[in-house]
Nanobody, 126 residues
Framework: QLQLVESGGGLVQPGGSLKLSCAAS????????IGWFRQAPGKEREGVAC????????AIADSVKGRFTSSRDDAKNTVYLQMNNLKPEDAAVYYC???????????????????WGQGTQVTVSS
């Protein structure tokens, strides 16, 4: 199983920004698409972004389009989720995910990644 560790969550005021990191352990991220997901209490898990290997394409959910984006630094074996203009409804635990089946997102955010990080909490409140 691929090991992933998220970091960068925290408390931010509405309108603020956070940059989450997803670091791989024991394998190289460069051949994998990485998905970003979030889950708020009492809500279904929601895919927010997917970045393909080699930055071939980045898929962003409509709910966060124009505010969130993803990037990768393969030299650091890390993928990022940049979140701008945060809203209270963005508060959730955020997860990154990977799977050997997915090198490319192909314009979608696959829901069946096999390996997940432990999550990082994002709180948006004044």
């Amino acid at each position: 199983q691929l090991q992933l560790v998220e970091s960068g969550g925290g408390l931010v005021q509405p309108g603020g920004s956070l940059k989450l990191s997803c670091a791989a352990s024991g394998f190289s991220l460069d051949a994998y698409a990485i998905g970003w997901f979030r889950q708020a209490p009492g809500k279904e898990r929601e895919g927010v972004a997917c970045i393909s290997a080699g930055d071939e394409d980045i898929a962003i959910a409509d709910s966060v389009k124009g505010r969130f984006t993803s990037s990768r630094d393969d030299a650091k074996n890390t993928v990022y989720l940049q979140m701008n203009n945060l809203k209270p409804e963005d508060a959730a635990v955020y997860y990154c995910a990977a799977d050997p089946f997915y090198a490319y997102c192909s314009g979608t955010i696959p829901q069946d990644f096999g390996s997940w990080g432990q999550g990082t909490q994002v709180t948006v409140s004044s």
